[in-house]
């Protein structure tokens, strides 16, 4: 389980990110192509835009990352951002006049350049005044188009803020975002893995909660029946070996079948019945699915409990009705049992850990797939419960 939880923890950092480039380079590409198109057509060469767009990239990819694994970590959850801030602006400044430098360097002459060489013209120069051709567009009233992006190189050249700062703010703004939902993630699966812990803490401690008082008066009792009534001795020891072999081997799984855990009532409230023979009991047990699974061990805590209650200091008939019914994949339990407030109820270890454990094992279990209903009456005390189960 813990390894099924890990690897898709993983598989959905993969896709995060994948999804977060996907759509930061989508944006830095069409801010580069839609600001060298503004009035310079062709101006700028496609391989100098292939080799600046490259660098962009992977400069934007070490200040993602470099945010994610360090400064996120060691600054913004620390609550250091006065240090956070100041870091981030040197670093935007550092982009922005990195990128300006490099563009300056990729426009001087020569470099990276598509421009064909032609041989020296040997034609006589034109006329001209002052040194300036007469035929010169200038002396014409005609100018050429101002060139935006990438600007010429005699112009000491300058990116737009579109093409540097506004992808550094995404970048960062990206990391930050991933960041947090992936710790979110993170520490959302810690917690879930130390309920399970806890859930997985709490069944062992169920397991064990068959008390030595408790087997003491069922050995008691097993004494008794083999001296007066040796019929009996056989299926009772059968029980008591089915419960503890249960109790051992059986539930060591995460789910078990509802056949295993209903035969574990039965012996269960066979057993007690041998210590509370004044007490009127009755069961019915009903399932026509034999591949539903349960949690183990999980309704008897409400089958102690009335025990605990029905057994003690009570005036009148005392009585226990235990129903188990399933439909499909619903499962119907129900405990009903007669108690009295007004009386102290003796202490017994062996009813479980309690309806409000059992409270906490249903909402992690079953979050979204049971209802249970706790009822106190005057005199009888009754619960509910409904399950929606799985196949094995």
């Given at each position: 389980?813990?390894?099924?939880?890990?690897?898709?923890?993983?598989?959905?950092?993969?896709?995060?990110?994948?999804?977060?480039?996907?759509?930061?380079?989508?944006?830095?590409?069409?801010?580069?192509?839609?600001?060298?198109?503004?009035?310079?057509?062709?101006?700028?060469?496609?391989?100098?835009?292939?080799?600046?767009?490259?660098?962009?990239?992977?400069?934007?990819?070490?200040v993602f990352y470099v945010y994610y694994?360090?400064?996120?970590?060691?600054?913004?959850?620390?609550?250091?951002?006065?240090?956070?801030?100041?870091?981030?602006?040197?670093?935007?400044?550092?982009?922005?006049?990195?990128?300006?430098?490099?563009?300056?360097?990729?426009?001087?002459?020569?470099?990276?350049?598509?421009?064909?060489?032609?041989?020296p013209d040997m034609r006589p120069p034109p006329p001209s005044k002052n040194g300036i051709p007469l035929n010169a567009p200038g002396n014409l009233g005609i100018h050429p188009p101002p060139i935006d992006f990438p600007a010429g190189a005699n112009r000491s050249p300058m990116l737009p803020y579109s093409v540097t700062?506004?992808?550094?703010?995404?970048?960062?703004?990206?990391?930050?975002?991933?960041?947090?939902?992936?710790?979110?993630?993170?520490?959302?699966?810690?917690?879930?893995?130390?309920?399970?812990?806890?859930?997985?803490?709490?069944?062992?401690?169920?397991?064990?909660?068959?008390?030595?008082?408790?087997?003491?008066?069922?050995?008691n009792n097993l004494t008794y029946h083999a001296r007066k009534n040796t019929e009996m001795l056989e299926p009772s020891l059968q029980k008591l070996s089915s419960l503890l072999r249960y109790m051992l081997y059986d539930t060591n799984e995460e789910k078990v079948l509802l056949d295993k855990e209903i035969k574990y009532l039965e012996d269960y409230v066979g057993l007690r019945e041998i210590r509370h023979?004044?007490?009127?009991?009755?069961?019915?047990?009903?399932?026509?699915?034999?591949?539903?699974?349960?949690?183990?061990?999980?309704?008897?805590?409400?089958?102690?409990?009335?025990?605990?209650?029905?057994s003690g200091f009570i005036d009148g008939d005392r009585f226990i009705v235990i129903e188990l019914l399933t439909n499909h994949q619903y499962l119907t339990f129900s405990v009903t049992n007669k108690y009295t407030q007004n009386k102290i109820e003796p202490i017994?270890?062996?009813?479980?850990?309690?309806?409000?454990?059992?409270?906490?094992?249903?909402?992690?279990?079953?979050?979204?797939n049971h209802y249970l209903s706790i009822q106190k009456g005057e005199e009888v005390f009754s619960i509910f419960l409904q399950i929606k189960l799985s196949y094995s």
């Open positions: 389980m813990k390894q099924m939880n890990r690897t898709y923890q993983k598989l959905k950092l993969i896709v995060l990110h994948f999804a977060a480039w996907v759509g930061i380079l989508s944006i830095v590409i069409l801010l580069f192509y839609s600001a060298n198109k503004n009035n310079s057509g062709t101006a700028y060469p496609d391989l100098k835009i292939y080799q600046h767009l490259s660098i962009t990239v992977f400069t934007l990819a070490v694994y360090l400064l996120i970590p060691r600054l913004l959850y620390l609550k250091r951002f006065i240090v956070f801030v100041l870091i981030s602006l040197l670093q935007a400044a550092l982009f922005v006049e990195g990128m300006n430098l490099y563009f300056k360097y990729m426009n001087k002459p020569g470099i990276l350049t598509n421009v064909q060489i032609r041989p700062l506004l992808p550094f703010l995404m970048v960062i703004t990206a990391s930050i975002a991933l960041k947090y939902i992936n710790d979110g993630d993170y520490r959302e699966s810690q917690l879930k893995e130390q309920k399970m812990a806890a859930l997985s803490s709490e069944l062992q401690f169920l397991k064990s909660q068959i008390s030595p008082h408790f087997l003491f008066n069922v050995l023979q004044d007490v009127k009991i009755t069961t019915n047990f009903f399932n026509d699915y034999d591949n539903l699974q349960i949690a183990p061990m999980l309704l008897i805590p409400f089958v102690e409990n009335a025990f605990k209650h029905a017994d270890n062996a009813s479980g850990i309690g309806l409000a454990n059992v409270k906490k094992r249903l909402e992690l279990l079953y979050p979204a």
